[in-house]
């Protein structure tokens, strides 16, 4: 099946050009919410300006890269907006990485490091919209990491579908916390904010009860989420925030049982939308519609996107298949394949059930992890669950549960319990205990880390 969705204007110019060409002055664009650290819209213009006259007088021209790795805070949109604007692009890296791992992104996009960032006065010839403006890295779930690029014309594109939908406006107060070195982070969050005239709430890391206080000591009208902060907002009791009237996920398939309880605590609704590195948002469920829809859709497509739903490997259609997207704010030529499984209803919204390179091949059958690992989740002992196939001699694959325990579990009662609530080909075959269930920046849990572990042990 084909879908699409109307297109909207997409201006030619900048990114820098087009979040920062309206004047708010003395306004607060980004606080950090730990150290109080703070930049006014009028200081964010000016500091650009400084950073892209540097840029240019160190010698950086259209058509180099320089790699910047920071963490979410006043002087992340300073460093990137004034790269842009000199004309460079910049590659975002995660601050964390080890020497060895910054490396190979380096080589990967032939970026030069800048870790101190130069300031002069200087003039500044416009910038190609057609230009790369960022490269940005797959988070590497199922193998190696690549590198993405995006032009500015790419990123303006995504910018003006998302607001369509998302009308976030000067009065509303994000909370940043995922990181701005993510597409979800860089696009959805950042830059819509900065497009707005929002203020920006940073946060290092996700302590439950700072995120909370945070919400409500700086009145967040708007919070982007991953799985992992839901689970944890799920445990946490309920607190009183009257100014928070919209919460997005993304990035990963949402646990309902976290879902439902995450709102309690929150007082608003969750939903979800999709996205990309390599595309950026692709779907959304628009401020108008967050009552009417099913929590466990992803939203309509955003405007001026094409989905094609298909046979895995193949270009015939199907109700159940593989999703195909293009737009302005792609990254790849043609349809782009996602590698997720998805379906519609008859409203057009979409349903993600899983990655297809993650299903679990039992036999003649296929087995989606997202479904077991939601239904593991409702187990009172299970605190975090991932499932992957091992590979077994008589079935192919196998499913097997790596479990966080909430509290002391029986592995054979675990099993005994979800298979009375499956088919008997989805059934947990194999239950391991661990500590924690890894995952990359944005939530996605990192099966290959625990398939190499399997085949380790």
């Keep these: 099946m084909a879908a699409h969705s ?20 003395d306004k607060v664009t980004v606080l950090d919410g730990v150290t ?7 200081e964010l213009a000016s500091q650009v300006a400084l950073v892209a006259g540097g840029v240019r007088a160190a010698g950086f021209r259209p ?6 790795r920071m963490h979410n805070g006043p002087r992340f949109p300073v460093a990137v907006h004034g790269v842009m604007a000199a004309g460079a692009a910049v590659a975002l890296l995660n601050p964390d990485l080890t020497p060895d791992e910054t490396q190979r992104l380096l080589d990967l996009s032939g970026a030069t490091l800048l870790d101190e960032l130069p300031q002069a006065e200087a003039e500044l010839p416009p910038v190609d919209p057609a230009s790369t403006a960022a490269i940005l890295f797959s988070s590497g779930t199922t193998g190696a990491t690549k590198p993405v690029r995006f032009t500015h014309r790419h990123l303006v594109a995504n910018l003006e579908q998302t607001r369509a939908g998302w009308r976030v406006a000067e009065n509303d107060v994000l909370a940043a916390t995922l990181p701005f070195f993510h597409i979800y982070g860089f696009s959805i969050i950042l830059n819509s904010g900065l497009l707005a005239g929002a203020t920006l709430v940073t946060l290092p890391r996700v302590n439950i009860d700072v995120y909370l206080d945070t919400l409500e000591n700086h009145h967040v009208t708007r919070a982007y989420l991953v799985p992992p902060v839901v689970a944890a907002l799920a445990k946490a009791p309920k607190r009183h925030l009257p100014d928070l009237r919209y919460a997005l996920c993304g990035a990963a398939p949402l646990d309902p049982v976290h879902r439902e309880r995450a709102e309690e605590t929150l007082g608003c609704l969750i939903r979800q939308g999709f996205g990309l590195t390599e ?8 401020d108008d519609d967050f009552a009417s ?6 939203g309509t497509l955003s405007p001026g996107t094409e989905a094609r739903v298909v046979e895995p490997g193949t270009d015939s259609d199907a109700e159940v298949g ?3 997207v293009r737009g302005p704010q792609v990254s790849a030529d043609g349809w782009l394949r996602t590698g997720d499984l998805v379906s519609v209803d008859e409203h057009s919204r979409f349903y993600v059930r899983d ?4 299903m679990i091949k039992y036999k003649a059958y296929q087995v989606a992890p997202a479904e077991l690992e939601a239904l593991l989740c ?3 002992g299970v605190a975090d669950v991932a499932v992957v196939g091992v590979p077994d001699a008589a079935a192919g694959e196998i499913p097997k549960a790596f479990v966080v325990a909430a509290h002391e579990v029986d592995p054979v009662e675990l099993m005994r319990w979800a298979a009375e609530r499956v088919a008997p080909y989805k059934k947990i075959r194999q239950v391991e205990f661990v500590d924690e269930i890894p995952r990359s920046v944005s939530g996605k849990i990192l099966r290959r880390l625990l398939k190499e572990r399997t085949c380790v042990s």
């Design 6 to 25: 109307p297109p909207v204007p997409v201006p030619e110019c900048s990114l820098p050009d087009h979040v920062l060409a309206r004047e708010h002055g």
């Design 36 to 42: 109080g650290e703070r930049i006014t819209y009028a």
């Design 63 to 68: 058509g180099d890269v320089v790699a910047l």
């Design 279 to 286: 595309a950026g948002g692709t779907h959304q469920v628009f």
């Design 293 to 298: 829809t099913d929590p466990e859709s992803i």
């Design 322 to 324: 593989e999703l195909l």
């Design 355 to 358: 990655r297809i390179k993650e």
């Design 378 to 380: 409702r187990h009172p």
